[in-house]
């Protein structure tokens, strides 16, 4: 009598495997434009949230320092970066912002906050979008009234 024993599969057949990251890289490819307009809407989002701290805390400085703060780009477009300072102290540093473009609608250098936490200019307007037109990205305004209080909306500044 020979007994045969029943030999235990062990990990998965090459056709299985094959066929499971076939099915993978097809997923993957279907899923990959809807990610990168997801990811360019993050990014506009986060540097709009960016701008917004850094002129909620150059408001805070004036207010509490009892003198003027000003936020200024730091190259020649608000998307090379920023700073928050006042004649002595530098508060906040924003370096540059990769593929976003960010224009204000007073062509301002510099956004001076007084003493009483309101800006020594008419109410601007930030506008952030993506540098390459994508379908799906929404641009995002940042609005400084003129309390000096800045406010985020999706959607062109108008």
């Known amino acids: 009598?020979?007994?045969?024993r029943a030999r235990a599969q062990l990990g998965f057949t090459l056709v299985e495997l094959i066929t499971t990251v076939s099915i993978l890289a097809v997923l993957a490819t279907l899923a990959a434009p809807s990610f990168r307009e997801f990811i360019a809407n993050q990014r506009i989002r986060n540097a709009s949230f960016d701008l917004m701290a850094a002129l909620s805390q150059a408001?805070?400085?004036a207010i509490t320092q009892n003198g003027s703060v000003d936020l200024k780009k730091t190259g020649t477009s608000w998307?090379?970066?920023w700073t928050v300072?006042?004649?002595t102290s530098t508060f906040l540093t924003r370096e540059a912002l990769k593929s976003l473009s960010i224009s204000d609608s007073a062509n301002l250098g510099?956004?001076?906050y007084g003493r009483d936490g309101r800006t020594t200019t008419a109410s601007t307007k930030f506008t952030i979008q993506p540098t390459t037109?994508?379908?799906g990205v929404s641009p995002r305004c940042v609005?400084?009234?003129l309390s000096g209080?800045?406010?985020?909306?999706i959607g062109a500044c108008t």
Do not use: A, E, H, I
Request: cysteine-free; overall charge positive.
């Open 1 to 4: 009598m020979t007994r045969r």
């Open 59 to 61: 408001r805070s400085q």
């Open 79 to 81: 998307d090379q970066g």
């Open 85 to 87: 300072s006042d004649s």
């Open 110 to 112: 510099t956004l001076t």
């Open 133 to 135: 037109t994508l379908s």
């Open 143 to 145: 609005t400084v009234g």
């Open 149 to 153: 209080m800045p406010t985020s909306v």
